[in-house]
């Protein structure tokens, strides 16, 4: 039988703690040896310096890698030495320094410096109690559980998200309530399902989004909801479009917290594959490296959500490095966390004064640094979101797409695999925001971009253009296959129905299609696809036209 993922997560972190007790016995008995030399020969009193730093880098590891008792003394050690360290960083005079700290070892100092090695042997039991695996995300749909008594009201909200290519199960009877509710993204439940406060089932909505079903608007019902962890509450009047709308967006919204792009940079390389296992398996996308001088090349390559340094590195100063980073424009708004062992609050401030976001001190736990990582990774996609993403529909803005789509022609170019680009536009728009006002007309904007975020792939790319024309670029596709996916699109959007006041309306869109390869720049294949669009439209709308040398 395979190990859980769990069980090798728990595997990995018992590896890198049986490495950094090899490393740290060693360690130990030469600070040892040093302590005891500065005490006894002038000459060597600068080894205080070296002791005090990995007195001060142990009290941050040991507890994060498992060994509480070893961190604590080897924190209470080094606030006894960090006097004597400053003294000889200043010049003080050697004799002086001596005697001082023969004087400590003498307090008993001593007694606790030599059984700092015998902490070893006792470490906290590994524990992997934080770590839920979180799925992959992959082509694979989402799974709506719907409960309402009104069967019909769920078999057409069945029907109705179906559409947008999510997998929908409908239950009428809470005595239907499944075992296992693993593979399930969302609830939708009827509000009269919920006034039975004390129901067993109600606990196995506390993880998962829910949206209810409700016709009361007083505060105290939606209060009382509130409390039972309902995330939006819809009227049940059948509105498919904005019901999908809020969908997505708590779909969205936990998918944003469970990812995110992480950059650590840390000169302990146990604590740094540590943070990096932890990461990697609580759901994040990591960059980790030991060496500072990297970061420029790193960050451009990888550009992630938010970085992880330690405050000292060796030779390098982690509040430097963040002046330093904020020379370029670009990563002005990057979130830096720093991490370090360092307890006053004054040179917290003073670092994060020169640079840094956020300061966490170690050690840090698991469960804390994956639950800071995720909180602060969806904080910057969310300003991100404002700078690079459409407001209404949360797609690529104009010139973002555009960047995206040269990109992908020039990617096509050196591989050789075949790309298709499409321009696509509302049919009669004008008619709908003329008719039943901006407000409904934003309602078939965001359907139509809900409708290609859940159909077309992650690796595709959806930009809104300008009003209602979308562009879409379907990497590795041929033309052939990405003619069939937006005719099953143009179909079943034209099934959508839309509300008017007391009216339903449908709205069809008009397609135009480009091969990228064909073209020797991005530019030129998206005016091949926009004059495609262009050729459907005069050619009756609602429908999709592949450019070719009469359009082209």
Same mark, same amino acid.
């Given at each position: 039988?395979?190990?859980?993922?769990?069980?090798?997560?728990?595997?990995?972190?018992?590896? /890198?703690?049986?490495?950094?007790?090899?490393?740290?016995?060693?360690?130990?008995?030469?600070?040892?040896?040093?302590?005891?030399?500065?005490?006894?020969?002038?000459?060597?009193?600068?080894?205080?310096?070296?002791?005090?730093?990995?007195?001060?880098?142990?009290?941050?590891?040991?507890?994060?890698?498992?060994?509480?008792?070893?961190?604590?003394?080897?924190?209470?050690?080094?606030?006894?030495?960090?006097?004597?360290?400053?003294?000889?960083?200043?010049?003080?005079?050697?004799?002086?320094?001596?005697?001082?700290?023969?004087?400590?070892?003498?307090?008993?100092?001593?007694?606790?410096?030599?059984?700092?090695?015998?902490?070893?042997?006792?470490?906290?039991?590994?524990?992997?109690?934080?770590?839920?695996?979180?799925?992959?995300?992959?082509?694979?749909?989402?799974?709506?559980?719907?409960?309402?008594?009104?069967?019909?009201?769920?078999?057409?909200?069945?029907?109705?998200?179906?559409?947008?290519?999510?997998?929908?199960?409908?239950?009428?009877s809470a005595d239907q309530w499944p075992d296992s509710m693993g593979d399930v993204d969302l609830?939708?439940?009827?509000?009269?399902?919920?006034?039975?406060?004390?129901?067993?089932?109600?606990?196995?909505?506390?993880?998962?989004?829910?949206?209810?079903?409700?016709?009361?608007h007083d505060f105290a019902t939606r209060y009382r909801l509130a409390r039972l962890n309902v995330?939006?509450?819809?009227?049940?009047?059948?509105?498919?479009?904005?019901?999908?709308?809020?969908?997505?967006?708590?779909?969205?919204?936990g998918l944003a917290t469970l990812s995110g792009k992480v950059m650590i940079v840390d000169d302990?390389?146990?604590?740094?594959?540590?943070?990096?296992?932890?990461?990697?398996?609580?759901?994040?996308?990591?960059?980790?490296?030991?060496?500072?001088?990297?970061?420029?090349?790193?960050?451009?390559?990888?550009?992630?959500?938010?970085?992880?340094?330690?405050?000292?590195?060796?030779?390098?100063?982690?509040?430097? /490095?963040?002046?330093?980073?904020?020379?370029?424009?670009?990563?002005?708004?990057?979130?830096?966390?720093?991490?370090?062992?360092?307890?006053?609050?004054?040179?917290?401030?003073?670092?994060?004064?020169?640079?840094?976001?956020?300061?966490?001190?170690?050690?840090?736990?698991?469960?804390?640094?994956?639950?800071?990582?995720?909180?602060?990774?969806?904080?910057?996609?969310?300003?991100?979101?404002?700078?690079?993403?459409?407001?209404?529909?949360?797609?690529?803005?104009?010139?973002?797409?555009?960047?995206?789509?040269?990109?992908?022609?020039?990617?096509?170019?050196?591989?050789?695999?075949?790309?298709?680009?499409?321009?696509?536009?509302?049919?009669?728009?004008?008619?709908?925001?003329?008719?039943?006002?901006?407000?409904?007309?934003?309602?078939?904007?965001?359907?139509?971009?809900?409708?290609?975020?859940?159909?077309?792939?992650?690796?595709?790319?959806?930009?809104?253009?300008?009003?209602?024309?979308?562009?879409?670029?379907?990497?590795?596709?041929?033309?052939?296959?990405?003619?069939?996916?937006?005719?099953?699109?143009?179909?079943?959007?034209?099934?959508?129905?839309?509300?008017?006041?007391?009216?339903?309306?449908?709205?069809?869109?008009?397609?135009?299609?480009?091969?990228?390869?064909?073209?020797?720049?991005?530019?030129?294949?998206?005016?091949?696809?926009?004059?495609?669009?262009?050729?459907?439209?005069?050619?009756?709308?609602?429908?999709?036209?592949?450019?070719?040398?009469?359009?082209?």
């Open positions: 039988m395979p190990e859980s993922p769990s069980s090798e997560v728990r595997k990995k972190l018992e590896t /890198l703690r049986n490495r950094f007790q090899d490393k740290t016995i060693s360690e130990i008995e030469g600070l040892v040896a040093s302590i005891f030399s500065a005490s006894q020969r002038p000459e060597a009193i600068g080894e205080l310096v070296a002791a005090y730093q990995l007195l001060h880098r142990l009290a941050g590891s040991a507890g994060t890698l498992g060994f509480t008792q070893l961190g604590e003394q080897a924190r209470k050690l080094e606030l006894a030495i960090k006097p004597f360290a400053d003294q000889v960083t200043e010049g003080a005079e050697r004799e002086h320094v001596r005697q001082q700290l023969r004087q400590l070892l003498a307090s008993g100092f001593e007694k606790d410096l030599v059984g700092l090695g015998s902490l070893l042997g006792v470490a906290d039991p590994v524990s992997t109690g934080w770590h839920k695996p979180v799925p992959v995300e992959s082509d694979n749909q989402f799974v709506l559980l719907i409960l309402d008594p009104d069967q019909q009201h769920g078999d057409l909200v069945s029907q109705g998200l179906a559409l947008y290519g999510y997998e929908v199960r409908s239950l009428s609830v939708m439940i009827r509000d009269t399902l919920l006034q039975d406060e004390g129901a067993s089932w109600l606990s196995r909505l506390h993880k998962l989004p829910v949206i209810c079903f409700s016709e009361a995330d939006a509450c819809v009227d049940a009047t059948l509105d498919i479009p904005a019901l999908a709308d809020q969908v997505e967006q708590l779909l969205a919204e302990d390389r146990e604590l740094l594959e540590h943070y990096r296992v932890v990461l990697t398996s609580g759901g994040m996308q990591v960059r980790a490296f030991d060496d500072p001088s990297r970061m420029l090349s790193e960050l451009a390559e990888f550009r992630p959500d938010i970085l992880l340094m330690d405050v000292q590195m060796g030779q390098y100063e982690g509040p430097v /490095l963040a002046r330093m980073l904020r020379f370029q424009a670009e990563w002005l708004s990057l979130p830096i966390i720093f991490f370090s062992s360092e307890a006053d609050r004054d040179l917290q401030l003073d670092v994060l004064a020169r640079g840094g976001d956020d300061f966490v001190t170690k050690p840090v736990s698991d469960e804390y640094l994956l639950r800071t990582v995720r909180i602060r990774c969806f904080r910057a996609r969310q300003l991100d979101k404002l700078v690079s993403l459409d407001s209404l529909t949360g797609l690529l803005k104009h010139a973002l797409a555009k960047t995206e789509l040269n990109r992908e022609h020039a990617r096509a170019a050196r591989s050789g695999h075949s790309s298709v680009v499409a321009m696509l536009d509302l049919d009669h728009f004008k008619r709908v925001n003329d008719s039943y006002g901006h407000g409904v007309g934003d309602m078939v904007i965001k359907a139509l971009s809900n409708l290609l975020r859940h159909r077309l792939r992650d690796t595709d790319i959806i930009g809104r253009y300008g009003g209602e024309e979308f562009v879409v670029v379907l990497p590795e596709c041929s033309l052939v296959k990405a003619v069939e996916v937006l005719e099953a699109l143009n179909k079943d959007f034209a099934q959508l129905a839309f509300k008017g006041g007391s009216e339903e309306f449908s709205v069809t869109f008009s397609a135009g299609v480009a091969e990228l390869n064909a073209y020797e720049s991005g530019e030129q294949a998206i005016d091949a696809a926009d004059r495609a669009l262009y050729e459907r439209k005069r050619a009756g709308r609602n429908g999709v036209t592949v450019a070719s040398e009469s359009n082209s």
